[in-house]
């Protein structure tokens, strides 16, 4: 078993930076699969990124393609999502997500095993 949590998020002007983070405990991020997932008020969940356990491939949504890049620190346990030039529509909590890695085969959508609580994340206009 792993635990995620994530930290970072609050409250930003339109256009501006954030970055937030999720640590993993009870094990190593070393051989998992990672993502950030967010949801907003009365919307579906959705994917927003996703690396690889070796940072060797990388996803994104097409709404964050640009903006926002995913990256993570296996020695830290920590993944990262920096996000740029934030709009209103970026506002929604955002969960950290992971899968073991079984094999040779990789789905940057999932299916993610694991997840957080989720941050906060809000945009004013």
């Known amino acids: 078993q792993v635990q995620l949590v994530e930290s970072g998020g609050g409250l930003v002007q339109a256009g501006g930076s954030l970055r937030i983070s999720c640590t993993a405990s009870g094990r190593t991020l070393s051989y998992f699969h990672t993502g950030w997932f967010r949801q907003a008020p009365g919307r579906q969940r959705e994917f927003v990124a996703s690396?690889?356990?070796?940072?060797?491939?990388?996803s994104y949504a097409l709404s964050v393609k640009g903006r926002f890049t995913i990256s993570r620190d296996n020695a830290k346990n920590t993944v990262y999502l920096q996000m740029n030039d934030l709009k209103p529509g970026d506002t929604a909590v955002y969960y950290c997500a992971a899968s073991e890695v079984t094999g040779n085969n990789w789905s940057p959508f999932g299916p993610f095993d694991y997840w957080g609580q989720g941050t906060q994340v809000t945009v004013s206009s």
């Open positions: 690396i690889s356990w070796n940072a060797g491939s990388t």
